[in-house]
């Protein structure tokens, strides 16, 4: 079973108009969750990361909120633009002597006009 | 600075073959990782890589295998490749110790 599920698996959205992403998470020892952003035949690129003292963390119209004791996540975009249309992966990692990282399914997010 | 460097960007290879991949981590980024990623599994893990060692592995069979050279640019290959090795194989840099990595644009293999 994996240890980071997202939902939705995927939604669509019309420009302008906010959405919430989530992330739900087994894996411990928590070390920290990172948000990454994936456009369709590109490598991910990291949005956000919150550790375990973190409650919410803004990057431009992207905020993530961290609930360490529910060992829940969101992922908030606002007033969404196409540009927005990609994936968005989950990545929690753990406190083990090598770091390991578990990843999420990921959220498909379509932006329309 | 540049970012992750992945060869080739799309591979095309016939079931049974073997493949190798390219990746030139981002300059003082000593640590690699590789992962694959198709439509229905999501990312999964390869394996990791720091200082020319494997650090980490994940669930795969040894037909994959990985390598790190001494300036930390790295290789991973698959032998005796079948259908279901189809996929964007990613390849993230990282200072070791960091948790932030920086992946490349990925190697779109196809096997038929």
Same mark, same amino acid.
């Given at each position: 079973?994996?240890?980071?599920? !997202?939902? @939705?698996?995927?939604?669509?959205? &019309?420009? +302008?108009?906010?959405?919430? /992403? !989530?992330?739900?998470? *087994?894996?411990? @020892?928590?070390?920290? &969750?990172?948000?990454?952003? !994936?456009?369709?035949? =590109?490598? @991910? ?6 550790t375990f003292s973190e409650?919410?963390?803004?990057? +431009?119209?992207?905020? $993530?909120? /961290?609930?360490a ?5 969101? &992922?908030?975009?606002? $007033?969404?633009? /196409?540009?927005?249309? $990609? ?5 929690? =990692?753990? *406190? ?8 999420? $399914? ?8 | ?69 001494? #300036? ?25 110790? #960091? ?14």
């Open positions: 079973k994996n240890q980071v599920e !997202q939902s @939705p698996q995927s939604l669509i959205i &019309l420009e +302008g108009k906010n959405c919430t /992403l !989530q992330c739900n998470y *087994t894996v411990s @020892p928590f070390s920290n &969750l990172r948000w990454y952003k !994936q456009d369709t035949g =590109r490598g @991910p690129v990291s949005l956000t990361i919150m409650n919410t963390k803004s990057n +431009g119209r992207y905020t $993530a909120t /961290l609930d004791d529910t060992k829940q996540s969101s &992922l908030h975009i606002t $007033a969404s633009q /196409l540009s927005d249309s $990609a994936s968005y992966i989950c990545v929690v =990692r753990t *406190t083990d002597s090598w770091g390991k990282f578990q990843f999420g $399914a990921g959220t498909q997010v379509v932006v329309t006009p | 600075k540049a970012g992750v460097t992945q060869t080739p960007r799309y591979l095309i290879k016939t079931r049974g073959q073997q493949v190798t991949l390219s990746c030139s981590p981002i300059s003082g980024h000593r640590s690699v990782s590789w992962y694959q990623q198709t439509p229905g599994q999501g990312l999964q893990f390869l394996f990791e890589y720091f200082s020319e060692t494997q650090r980490n592995k994940g669930n795969f069979p040894g037909r994959f295998s990985g390598r790190q050279f001494s #300036n930390s640019r790295s290789e991973m290959n698959v032998s005796t490749l079948e259908l279901g090795d189809s996929a964007l194989y990613l390849c993230a840099s990282r200072v070791w110790g #960091n948790t932030e990595a920086f992946f490349g644009q990925g190697t779109r293999l196809t096997v038929v």
